[in-house]
């Protein structure tokens, strides 16, 4: 492939969050765009010799984005960089107001939103001219669901500091990705019964008529990252979710 059909080629895109679902379809739309891709996530990166055969430019390393001074390190060694994809959220504690406690809240926040700016961060003055920096969110953003107040929170706050960015960081342009339902290993931990009635119910009411796939999100960081127009957006990747229910 060449010209148009590699628009990433000699270009080296970090995925955090690249060690499985939305980030490892990012990766492979960006290694098929002629990227060096380089993959982030906890897991050891030996475990993942098999995955990394199968996606020749990609590379995994271990990388914890809730450890400010790993994250600088890392964006240290690797050194210049064009564009960034975060779609990692560390896991954090649930629950319903009444039932958190600071600790709880403040967990949240320090994962997903102070995780995202600790990457964007240490990585933004290593980044080359046309350089880009992509967060993701989730439909939750727009329609609150019991339990999940922090998350929403931390969701807007970085769909907040999306706009922030564009302003201060430009010409490195900053975007955010707000996806739907994507079948990924995210809801492996979802009973496989209720999982399927789930999806279904996805297919039913979603105005796209199905769930989203990795993929989706793989060609919506592609089109993020070789638009040198776009910036200071929230790009919605959701088959429609948030204009229906799916309570
Ligand atoms: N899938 C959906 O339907 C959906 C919809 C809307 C929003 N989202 C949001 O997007 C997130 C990612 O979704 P996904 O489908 O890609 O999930 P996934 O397949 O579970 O992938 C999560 C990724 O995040 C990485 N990660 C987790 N904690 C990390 C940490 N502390 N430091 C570095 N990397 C870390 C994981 O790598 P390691 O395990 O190697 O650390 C993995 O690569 C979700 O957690 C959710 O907040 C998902």
């Known amino acids: ?13 970090v995925i955090v969050g690249g060690t499985s679902g939305m980030g490892m379809g990012a990766a492979r739309a960006a290694s ?23 996606h020749g430019s990609i590379t995994f390393q271990s990388l914890d984005m809730t450890d400010d001074a790993a994250v600088e390190q890392a964006f240290e060694t690797l050194g210049a960089l064009d564009h960034l994809l975060i779609t990692a959220t560390p896991p954090s504690p649930g629950g319903t107001f009444l039932f958190q406690t600071m600790a709880d809240a403040q967990a949240v926040l320090s994962g997903k939103f102070l995780g995202s700016w600790s990457c964007a ?4 003055p290593k980044m080359r001219k046309g350089g880009s920096i992509t967060f993701t969110t989730g439909g939750l953003v727009t329609r609150p669901r019991m339990g999940a107040s922090m998350m929403m929170v931390a969701f807007a706050a970085l769909e907040a500091l999306t706009r922030a960015l564009a302003l201060e960081l430009g010409p490195i342009r900053v975007n955010t990705i707000r996806p739907g339902v994507i079948d ?12 399927e009635a789930f999806f279904a119910l996805v297919r039913e009411r979603f105005p796209a008529g199905r769930v989203g796939k990795v993929d989706d999100i793989g060609k919506a960081a592609l089109f993020l990252m070789t638009n040198d127009f ?15 229910s799916i309570e």
């Open 1 to 13: 492939m060449i010209g148009d059909a590699q628009p990433l080629l000699n270009q080296r895109v």
């Open 32 to 54: 098929q765009a002629g990227a060096e891709v380089i993959a982030l996530g906890r897991r050891p990166s030996a475990k993942l010799s098999a995955e990394q055969s199968a």
């Open 121 to 124: 961060r240490h990585a933004a």
């Open 184 to 195: 990924s290993e995210m809801w492996a931990g979802m009973p496989q019964t209720k999982r």
């Open 230 to 244: 776009v910036t200071g957006a929230i790009l919605e990747v959701s088959g429609g979710e948030t204009l229906v």
